[in-house]
Structures are given as C-alpha cells and as structure tokens.
C-alpha cells in the first residue's frame, strides 16, 4: 500500500506534465476510483470521476444524425424534379424559339418566290412585247431580198 | 463509400463527437445540431473518404472546427449576452443544491479552461485518444500539446485545491 502510493504520487507528477502513457493514466484512473484516498489526493480523485462519468456519457442517436434514413423521395427526388422541371423548361423555350425561326423562314422564302415570279412575269411580256415588235420589223428583210435578187439576178444580164 | 460502411463508421462515432461539441458549446442542443451538421456534411462527400487516412480524426477535426465558427460567431453576439442574463437567476438556484456536487465544480473549472485545453483534457483524459490522434485533430506538435496539457490539467488541479481547502475551512 505504501510502495503504492508512492507509485501513484510519481504518476501524479507525470501526468501534471502531460507526459504519461494511456495505460498509466488507466492505473491512475482505476486507483482513485477503487481506494479511500488520502485527503491531499482527494482533488484528484474528484478528478478522475468527473471524467470517468463524462466518459460514460450516453446519447440516444437522434433522427438527425442519420441523413441516410431520410426518405428519398423528400430529398433527392425533390432535387431531382427541380433538375427535371428546369431541363423541361429549357426544351419548351428552345423548341418555341426554334418554331418560330423556321415558320419565319419559310414566310420569307414564300415572300421571297412571289417576288421572283412577278419580276420572271414581267419579263416575258416585256420579251413578248420586243418579239412583235421584232417581226414586224423583219417584214422589211424581206423588201431587201427582193432588191438584191432584182439587182444581182444573173438573169437580168 | 457504400452507405452501410458510412454508417459503420460514423454511428459509433457520433456520441463522442457529441460529448467533444458539448465540451465546447455547453448547450446540449447546440451540441447536437453540431454533430448533425457535421455528419450531414460527411455524408454528402462519403464518395470522396475512401481518400481520407484517418477517418475517425477527419470527423472530429470537422466537429472541432464546426464548433470554434460557431463560438467565434457567437462572441459579439448581443441577443446571447442577454439571454446568458436571463438564465442566470435559475442557474444560481440549482447552482446552490448542486454546490457540493464535487462533478459540477470539475466542470465549472473545465469550462474556464481556454478552447485549446479544453479539447487537449476532453480528448486525451475524457476520450482516451493518443497522442499522435490528438496532434493529428488539433494540428499540433508534439511538444506544443504536452505544454497545453500540462497547463490544462495544472489548472484544474489547482482550482480543485481551492475548492476542497474551501470546502475544509468551512466545516
């Protein structure tokens, strides 16, 4: 009991310097719970129980330290959905957008044939115009054939 | 990390992370919104621990460094100071029928300890972690944690002391 003592007080002075093995705290710990202790020892023993009580300190697991048993459909699917809304979103106003551009594009190209065909009609009666007026000029070639056949016709030699 | 091994890891590891957040923070419910917080956050980056060497020091660095935030954002805080005020009147009463519970005063001593000590004592004499954890969780050198301990556990000593020839001279 004395050589044990005298051990602990060692101990003591180790562990104020922050210097002893677990196993030599464990010693400590199991001395001052087991022993009537001297009284200059006694702020020690008070010690070593408040903290082997707080060791002890049991908790009930509480519901919100197990992410894992939240439901899924509250969490991930709510993420998921706000994933899913805003890709719908995207796609609506993309296919709005595009279907505006091509029904536009195809205005302007109808625009665009109406315009080409009006210019190719006016044309052909402007060619239609020139033509008559072509071969009523042409008559006249024929008056020139008679004058040179009368002038060059061997015949008339 | 598969979803069964994540909670292997972190089941058992929560009440100690608890009593460490509750070192700090007192309040029992703050406490437990920290270790919620702090698992929440674990669980969503479990893809990524596998990476992680020490996971049981990881976790407790997080809680520790979750629960310094929260008192540094706390200090300054004008609604606490008046809510400290208005606990007081009840914690003299139970303070006077809990005055010769000896655990009280070991706690009242802890709770004037600095931050640092405070989690060097609840980790090495309270969690029972080595040495090499505890440096591993507060980032400290070997001797820097010695020194800390030492002061810590002198300073409790010696307001024990007080206490007990207090205790002597009155009866």
């Not at chain 1, 536009?104 to 109808?110: D, I």
């Given at each position: ?16 310097e922050g210097k002893t093995t677990l196993k030599e705290e464990a010693l400590l710990g199991n001395f001052f719970q087991m022993e009537e202790v001297p009284t200059h020892l006694m702020p020690y023993k008070d010690l ?55 029904s536009g594009r195809q205005y302007y190209q109808k625009k665009q044939a109406e315009i080409a065909y009006n210019q190719t009609l006016s044309a052909f009666s402007l060619l239609a115009q020139n033509y008559q007026k ?24 | ?148 301990l030492s002061r810590a556990r002198k300073t409790l000593k010696e307001n024990l002391v007080k206490h007990h020839a207090y205790g002597l001279t009155k009866n």
């Amino acid at each position: 009991m004395r050589m044990d003592l005298q051990k602990i007080e060692i101990l003591i002075e180790k562990y104020l310097e922050g210097k002893t093995t677990l196993k030599e705290e464990a010693l400590l710990g199991n001395f001052f719970q087991m022993e009537e202790v001297p009284t200059h020892l006694m702020p020690y023993k008070d010690l070593f129980a408040f903290f082997s009580k707080e060791r002890e300190t049991a908790i009930a697991p509480l519901k919100q330290w197990a992410p894992w048993e939240t439901p899924k459909s509250s969490l991930r699917d709510l993420e998921k959905q706000w994933w899913h809304s805003k890709w719908t979103n995207v796609a609506v106003v993309l296919i709005l957008f595009s279907g505006s551009f091509f029904s536009g594009r195809q205005y302007y190209q109808k625009k665009q044939a109406e315009i080409a065909y009006n210019q190719t009609l006016s044309a052909f009666s402007l060619l239609a115009q020139n033509y008559q007026k072509a071969t009523a000029s042409a008559v006249y070639l024929n008056e020139f054939e008679q004058a040179k056949t009368k002038i060059y016709n061997p015949n008339n030699k | 990390m598969e979803e069964s091994a994540f909670i292997s890891f972190i089941t058992p590891l929560q009440e100690r992370l608890f009593r460490v957040a509750k070192r700090l923070l007192v309040s029992s419910q703050e406490a437990q919104d920290a270790v919620g917080e702090v698992t929440l956050k674990l669980w969503d980056k479990r893809d990524s621990l596998t990476s992680v060497q020490n996971l049981d020091a990881y976790a407790m660095t997080m809680t520790k460094n979750f629960c310094l935030d929260r008192l540094k954002s706390k200090q300054g805080n004008h609604l606490r100071l008046v809510h400290v005020n208005y606990e007081k009147p009840t914690d003299s009463l139970s303070e006077s029928i809990e005055h010769r519970n000896s655990f009280s005063i070991v706690e009242k001593a802890m709770e004037l300890l600095p931050e640092k000590q405070k989690l060097v004592v609840q980790l090495r004499d309270i969690e029972g972690l080595s040495y090499e954890e505890i440096e591993a969780i507060l980032d400290m050198k070997p001797t820097a944690l010695r020194v800390a301990l030492s002061r810590a556990r002198k300073t409790l000593k010696e307001n024990l002391v007080k206490h007990h020839a207090y205790g002597l001279t009155k009866n």
